[in-house]
């Protein structure tokens, strides 16, 4: 596309955006630029700021400096319906539409067109079917949307949004439940709004799709700006260190791993073989052994998360199987996983994890007791005694057993969760961001714990998105793209720049 | 086909089927007078059924009907025989009060987010409570307009009798559809129904649309008991116990989700009269006691709920099918 070749006035100017919340920085002095008639990926890894922008920009968020100027005016977005009418649409990964009610309707929902006052259903249903056939999808609009394929949700809503006289379309992680022919026709349909002169923000993790369909790219990171860069120009090496935050070097191997342990002290444990889950992940193989820690590392929406959900059971794996000591084993749900010795800390302390109105104490015994089963009492004495064990063992940072979690630091929140699975001692933990939003000095601690627990014997398998963390510990690293494990690095090949060159190879 | 049609669909296939056993065993089915009659007998069912319609297609659910339609009764006959009151002023008076306390359950529900379950139940308490606090004793309705209204038939040449009542509902439920099909407030119902945030976001007034779906609801019981006070021509704080659950029954039976979002009036309709024609039937029949109706509707309830099951989570179901299948065929080339 030659579009942005000759100098031309931005469709929509962001200039020193800055929005904080109560405890987070979430944009900084965020400048953006865009273009009409250009695809422009946003791309950065959790917490970056990409959401924040994208809110703020839709007015769901009021932001606390800055100016947005779209064609040269003005704009204070008040709510998303406001942004809509100023001309700034968005369509979510989650799409935002009625499934029970029919294509045409959902096109038109608010605004249909009347007739003496009334509903004319009729011109509805033709209009829309003009609508979508100018982006060559011919449907029968008077069916239900949720009959229709996710792919054709996404274009309708795309259809609503541009139809409500966008000029700058915001795709939210459009094409992450797509298959790749639905990705074809989704990319038709971007390619005919940018003939349109429509300024389109890409927001995905797919880096194969940036490179294919978008013009330029800004890169955030913790908030920051850390990029812009015109797609061509960008080497994908570039694009993931930026994305990473780090520096390339030229040694590859710049840390010098002493490692104490030897291939003999591991022990296997467990083996998978063609693990998958259509969609979420591609078959691969792994295998777990005690006394070693295997980091998982890659890009946000990698397969990282995906990998840990479906070893627990939480996500059924629908190929390939697992094995203990060569013996098949049925991991199709938690309890299962649990039976087997696995425990799992999630990702999202919060919504996954503990459980805010009860104490360290019953935080703690949760695990112990499901596995037991609800008929196995464990009394309160030794419940007291396991707690008091943990909080020491761990340095659990509480007024007392009894305490209320919600009301400890996140650093100790996450040791809690650590605790619940070591009392029921499990053979292999899987930590999904362990040290995810806690403080330095708990960080630390999360990572020395990690490190006794592997030499305790157990079975590590840890999931981070700090790459220096993960060179740090781990005696293998798993290294996934867009869905695929690509390769595992062990002993002197761990480093941060062999990570980054993995992720960046295609 | 289209699946939103076919809980409708089976509606009328159970509600033709039974209609056809019935007149195959009573030749009296055939004629008006049993149609008349099932008209003015569900009159004040089907009215305030049409009312929740709407309220089960947004999601909630209404629990207050059978004790408005009690107040409105009661409420009546004290304006029209203690007060003296013309009877169209008390009810005008008792449709414009109903109007309000639907718009108050309204507002609770949308900005106090309190479940439309417990909302309409304290509206329930509350209403009864009111008609037996206005009086506990069943008094009469002497007025002449009572009995001019009464006076408002069109005689079929059979003897079938479509009075006032039979004409009031026919005519609330042409409204439903019209209200459900044809105006933005009928869509936005819908459409909150699918998914409340994705309506909002799509610009859907949901706090207006939602406060008037109570109101509605409210509205269209106090009339039913306007209709009901008309043919007892009495006011009694006990009458219609349980109603809300006949009227429940009769959206689900006719089609209408209780999920929210999918359902027609015209269902509700149906599911309004096939109780009548097992009544009917039985009545006619005389080998079972009417209470026999009970058991039957709430068979049927169970299997138009199990129905609706089973449609919503076929659908599921075949979105994992779909992709595996799709999975399967891309690995066949390599």
Known sequence: ?506 | MKSRFFPLLMTFVVFILLYLFAYSQYSSFGSMRVVCNLLRNYAYLGIPAVGVTFVILSGGIDLSPGSVIAFTGVFCALMIERQGMHPLVAFAAILAIATVFGSMIGVLIYYFKIPSFIATLSGMFLARGGAYVLTTDSISIRHPFYVDISNIVYVFPDGGRFTFAAGAFVVVVLIGIFLAHYTHFGRNVYAIGGNETGAAMLGVPVARTIIGIYALSSFLSAFAGIILSLSKRSGDSTIALGAEMDVIAAVVIGGTLLTGGVGYVVGTFIGVLLPGVIHTYLTLDGSLTPWWIKIIVGALFLGFILMQKLLSSRADFARPLRSLRRAEEQQQPV
């Open chain 1, 1 to 506: 596309m030659t579009v942005n070749e000759q100098p031309q006035a931005p469709l929509l100017e962001a200039r020193g955006l800055t929005k904080s919340f109560v405890a987070t920085q979430a944009l900084s002095d965020v400048d953006f630029t865009l273009y009409g008639g250009e695809v422009h990926a946003l791309l950065g890894e959790n917490g970056a700021g990409k959401s924040t922008l994208i809110k703020v920009l839709t007015g769901v968020y009021r932001r606390d400096a800055g100016t947005i100027l779209l064609d040269g005016v003005e704009i204070e977005p008040g709510n998303p319906r406001h942004a809509q009418e100023l001309g700034i649409s968005a369509v979510y990964q989650e799409i935002n539409l009625i499934p029970t009610l029919s294509v045409a309707e959902n096109i038109f929902l608010g605004r249909q067109p009347t007739r003496f006052g009334l509903l004319d259903q009729r011109a509805a249903n033709r209009q829309a079917r003009e609508l979508l056939k100018a982006f060559h999808i011919d449907i029968d609009v008077t069916r239900e949307l949720s009959s229709y394929s996710v792919a054709i949700q996404q274009i309708v809503a795309i259809v609503r949004g541009v139809d409500l006289s966008a000029k700058v379309l915001i795709l939210d992680e459009p094409t992450s439940s797509l298959d790749r022919h639905e990705v074809e026709i989704l990319f038709s349909v971007i390619r005919s709004l940018k003939k349109r002169g429509i300024g389109i923000i890409l927001i995905t993790h797919f880096l194969d799709q940036v490179y294919e369909i978008s013009d330029r790219i800004t890169v955030l990171r913790n908030g920051q700006k850390v990029g812009e860069h015109r797609t061509a120009e960008l080497p994908r090496l570039r694009l993931i260190s930026e994305m990473l935050g780090r520096e390339l070097t030229d040694e590859l191997s710049s840390q010098d791993k002493s490692r104490a342990r030897t291939e003999s002290e591991y022990e296997d444990f467990l083996e998978v073989r063609g693990f998958a889950h259509h969609g979420k992940i591609e078959p691969f193989d792994l295998e777990l052994r005690k006394h070693e820690i295997v980091g998982l590392a890659g890009l946000l929406g990698s397969g990282r998360t995906e990998i840990a959900h479906l070893l627990f059971g939480i996500q059924r794996h629908d190929k390939g199987h697992a094995f203990i000591n060569g013996r098949r084993i049925n991991l199709s749900s938690p309890q299962k996983a649990i039976r087997q010795g696995f425990g799992l800390c999630p990702e999202d302390r919060k919504a996954e994890g503990i459980i805010d109105a009860l104490s360290v104490r019953e935080n703690i015994i949760l695990a112990l007791q499901a596995k037991l089963g609800w008929f196995d009492y464990l009394s309160l004495k030794r419940q007291r005694e396991l707690a008091q064990e943990m909080i020491d063992a761990l340095r659990i940072v509480t007024p007392d057993a009894e305490t209320p979690v919600s009301q400890l630091s996140g650093g100790n929140q996450q040791k809690v969760i650590l605790a619940r699975w070591l009392v029921s001692n499990p053979e292999l933990l899987i930590l999904d961001e362990p040290t995810r939003g806690i403080d330095v000095g708990a960080h630390a601690e999360i990572i020395s714990i990690v490190k006794r627990l592997a030499k305790e014997g157990k079975a590590m398998l840890v999931i981070s998105s700090e790459l220096a963390e993960i060179v740090d510990y781990s005696d293998r690293v798993v290294v996934l793209r867009d869905h695929k494990k690509v390769t595992e690095l062990e002993g002197d090949q761990i480093s941060e720049n062999m990570i980054v060159q993995a992720i960046a190879e295609r």
